[in-house]
């Protein structure tokens, strides 16, 4: 998945930020130890992310611009 998208673009841990609206895609950063911001346009709301490693949570994903 991710660390195999990754590979095919040249990507590292270093330089990869992996963006979400779901506690699912939160764990998916986890598992692939890659940095993680959580962005609330989906219906995950913000509190549903505390206990989850994150960067930074977002209202809009131009935010993280």
């Not at 990507?11 to 506690?23: C, I, K």
């Not at 699912?24 to 911001?37: P, Q, R, S, T, Y």
Request: hydrophobic fraction near 40%.
């Amino acid at each position: 998945g991710i660390l195999r998208a990754m590979d095919a673009l040249g990507g590292t841990r270093e330089n990869t930020l992996y963006t979400g609206d779901s506690t699912i895609d939160a764990n998916a950063a986890k598992n692939a130890g890659l940095d993680f911001v959580a962005v609330t346009t989906g219906t995950t709301p913000a509190q549903d992310f505390q206990g989850l490693p994150y960067t930074r949570i977002l209202t809009d994903i131009g935010q993280l611009f």
